[in-house]
């Protein structure tokens, strides 16, 4: 079986909004199992595992689900509640109608928007009110 393996470039995106907030990346990245060296390589990537970790601890550090993507937090276990609604839709187009519903009424500047143009379904997610990854 191969091993799946992530870009520096992801781990640096989990990372940007921590860092400017105040957290302790080194720790952080120690935690993951993650030399904070390989920031510093460009062509470095880490292990599927050590990004996921990576990521669970920085959300729960952060307290935010979108790493500060959004304009106000997104609380630890929202995504968990809207996972267990989509998972009782009975097609793809509820579950992405759902979807829509739950991030209008957070209001954290993240509103994916879903329309039909005959059988296609379009599924955009407007970045202008998120924060930028550069």
Same mark, same amino acid.
């Given at each position: ?17 921590a ?10 990245l120690?935690?993951?199992? %993650?030399?904070?060296?390989? =920031? ?7 292990? !599927?595992?050590?990004?996921?970790? @990576? ?9 935010d689900?979108?790493l ?12 968990? %509640?809207?996972?267990?609604? =989509? ?5 793809l187009?509820? !579950?992405l109608?759902?979807?829509c @519903?739950?991030?209008s ?27 930028? =990854?550069?």
């Amino acid at each position: 079986m191969q091993d799946i393996s992530i870009h520096i470039v992801f781990v640096k995106a989990v990372l940007k909004h921590a860092h400017t907030q105040g957290h302790d990346l080194s720790r952080l990245l120690r935690r993951s199992r %993650i030399s904070p060296r390989l =920031l510093n390589e460009p062509h470095a990537r880490v292990g !599927a595992e050590q990004f996921a970790k @990576l990521q669970t601890v920085t959300m729960r550090e952060m307290g935010d689900e979108m790493l500060g993507y959004c304009a106000r937090p997104i609380k630890i276990g929202q995504w968990s %509640i809207l996972c267990h609604w =989509l998972i009782q839709s009975k097609t793809l187009g509820q !579950a992405l109608k759902r979807c829509c @519903l739950f991030y209008s009424i957070l209001e954290h500047g993240f509103q994916p928007k879903l329309s039909i143009r005959g059988l296609m379904p379009l599924w955009k997610s407007p970045l202008l009110r998120m924060k930028s =990854l550069r």
